[in-house]
């Protein structure tokens, strides 16, 4: 890896600074709000805030993010899951002021860290972070999310539903055919014309709702709560005990996702534009959807997927993805239309998604040439795999350590501890 600046990937069709051209560009951020679409509204649904606002605060953040980290960094920040669960009982206990506190709290806990950072350096990211341990949490990354692909691809409101999983299969096979045998532009854009295969598929099997489509308005104004506007803030030690814990759980999540990228774009993003930008970016995004009433925000594996498949980099293209997610957040129809995608359908795009992600983990250790003869490796890469893709969490009240950010946890401290050599091997 390198940050020169005259560096370009040779194995980019479009790498990080370059600008396509109109038709093009906008087919590929297309592609990108669709891939990101599902789960960036399934998180103010899940927890009480409007979609809309989710899409507009997600779009806002990224153009954030990439004017922060000065387009060094192809991004895309949508709702973060991590804090479903404490907004919930927030929103329950104390209404959403609190919640709105709990995440600017957060956000703040990012711009924190990054001024430490900024201030003590980040050399210490290669000691802590080896490619015996960033391999597998990648690996994690990827299968961890296996799960939620095969859950939105087989099930019904809870049941087993053999039309959805057919759905979710025949848009699998669409993709992989496109990503395969087309050429061209169109070989740019599997994942755009496999969702939009997919929905005519579901269509003609009767699973796509257009009711909704057909009630809503061309322009509909998000409902928009703005802290010291449409209510009175008064401090929640409910929110800052809560929320504020999280963002070190979603830090570990968004500098696992700064190591995919930096292993898909050949650079190293620690170093430059270094994680006091890309936090500060990614804390600042999380108080914007705060301040309008939209949830925390994170980078997305789906998007990391898709430019690892079409190795289309560039974050003009991020860039006008997020500035689409602005413009449908004001058009009803247009983003009921997005929302009516059927879950299989994303579920049959994310096998592909996230498998390509847990390949590029597997990549590191060929890379690298890991010797899994050594005890060491093997012990290391085995309690990751298996933590992180078993799901298993570290919970304390409202605080939680998920998975991956367990699994990470654990891989640093064994990696830190462990000799180089098991006694049996000297």
Request: hydrophobic content about 55%; aromatic content about 10%.
């Amino acid at each position: 890896m390198t940050d020169k600046k005259e560096f370009r990937n040779p194995d980019a069709i479009l790498d990080i600074k370059d600008r396509p051209k109109l038709l093009p560009w906008i087919g590929l951020s297309l592609q990108h709000l669709f891939t990101m679409f599902g789960a960036t509204v399934l998180v103010p649904i899940l927890v009480g805030l409007d979609p809309s606002i989710a899409l507009f605060s997600s779009g806002v953040g990224t153009l954030l993010y990439i004017l922060i980290t000065k387009g060094t960094v192809p991004a895309y920040l949508g709702s973060s899951f991590a804090f479903i669960t404490a907004i919930q009982s927030l929103m329950g206990t104390s209404g959403y002021p609190a919640v709105a506190q709990g995440i600017i709290y957060s956000g703040i806990v990012y711009i924190i860290v990054a001024l430490i950072i900024a201030r003590s350096g980040s050399d210490w990211i290669d000691e802590v972070l080896p490619p015996i341990v960033v391999g597998p949490v990648i690996m994690v990354i990827g299968l961890g999310l296996a799960q939620n692909a095969a859950e939105n691809a087989m099930f019904n409101e809870g049941n087993y539903d053999a039309t959805f999983f057919l759905v979710a299969l025949v848009t699998l096979g669409i993709t992989i055919f496109f990503n395969m045998y087309l050429k061209g532009f169109l070989s740019l854009i599997p994942i755009l014309l496999g969702i939009v295969g997919g929905y005519l598929f579901a269509l003609a099997v009767g699973i796509v709702d257009l009711e909704p489509v057909r009630e809503a308005a061309w322009l509909q104004l998000p409902d928009f709560q703005v802290m010291f506007v449409d209510y009175d803030v008064q401090f929640s030690l409910a929110a800052l005990i809560s929320m504020a814990p999280i963002a070190f759980v979603t830090m570990t999540e968004h500098m696992g996702h700064l190591m995919v990228l930096s292993k898909i774009t050949k650079r190293d993003f620690f170093k430059a534009p270094g994680l006091k930008k890309t936090l500060l970016a990614d804390g600042l995004s999380t108080i914007i959807g705060g301040l309008v009433g939209g949830p925390p925000t994170t980078s997305y594996g789906e998007n990391i997927g898709v430019l690892a498949i079409t190795k289309v980099h560039s974050v003009f293209v991020l860039g006008g993805a997020a500035t689409f997610a602005i413009l449908f957040s004001f058009i009803g129809k247009i983003s009921s239309l997005i929302y009516s995608i059927p879950t299989p359908v994303i579920g049959g795009i994310s096998f592909l998604l996230f498998g390509v992600i847990a390949s590029s983990g597997l990549r590191i250790l060929i890379d690298n040439k890991i010797d899994f003869d050594k005890k060491r490796n093997l012990v290391i890469t085995a309690a990751i795999l298996v933590i992180g893709i078993g799901g298993a969490y570290l919970k304390i009240g409202t605080f939680e350590l998920t998975s991956m950010a367990l699994a990470t946890v654990v891989g640093i401290i064994l990696n830190l501890i462990l000799p180089v050599k098991a006694r049996s091997e000297e």
